[in-house]
């Protein structure tokens, strides 16, 4: 198997968060895509207790937008990323956390290879969305995923140098 390394690294450096979007609907076959992406992120213990709920219903959507004040407005969907509590019972619990991100990462590289725009949205009435979406009370919401056709290109922003983040054997950093 030939692993095409510097599309990867493009990939990754040119994904940006995406808070502008196009009137446009996302066709049902690409969002299967990115969540199958999702299921394919490491698992600790492969326990996959993520559990994604797409929502694009606009009656829905503008609801979960109400409840989410850092979700971009014109959004196409939203994928709510939930951690089932009671598979995850015998691990740490910050672990559903760690799991979740891995998703989302690995969503929002494939939403972007597709022409898709995202943004990680964790400012939601965790409360809010629960009621709104029925989820019950083992269903953790941990990161919401806003999703559409990107309106914008942000320049990318500024990294720290890597040295500034980075040791080597032994912690030197600040
Ligand atoms: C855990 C997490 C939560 C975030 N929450 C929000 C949010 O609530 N609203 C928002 O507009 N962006 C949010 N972001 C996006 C960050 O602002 C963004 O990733 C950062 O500025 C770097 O920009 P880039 O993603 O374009 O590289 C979040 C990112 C992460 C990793």
Not at 17 to 38: C, M, Q, V
Not at 135 to 151: E, F, K, Q, R
Request: include cysteine; glycine fraction near 6%.
């Amino acid at each position: 198997m030939t692993i095409d390394k510097g599309n990867i690294l493009s990939i990754i450096k040119g994904r940006r968060s995406i808070r502008a979007y196009k009137d446009t609907p996302i066709p049902h076959e690409l969002i299967e895509k990115i969540l199958e992406t999702g299921q394919w992120a490491p698992s600790p213990s492969n326990v996959q207790s993520w559990r994604f709920i797409v929502v694009k219903e606009p009656a829905g959507l503008r609801t979960l937008k109400d409840l989410s004040p850092g979700f971009p407005r014109k959004a196409a969907a939203a994928i709510v990323v939930c951690s089932n509590t009671r598979e995850m019972e015998p691990f740490d619990a910050v672990l559903a956390a760690e799991e979740a991100a891995m998703a989302v990462e690995n969503m929002m590289l494939m939403a972007y290879s597709l022409g898709l725009g995202t943004c990680p949205v964790v400012s939601f009435s965790r409360a809010g969305i629960s009621a709104l979406l029925e989820i019950p009370d083992h269903i953790l919401p941990i990161i919401l995923v806003a999703l559409g056709s990107p309106d914008e290109r942000p320049a990318p922003p500024s990294r720290k140098p890597l040295l500034q983040v980075t040791s080597w054997e032994k912690y030197n950093g600040q």
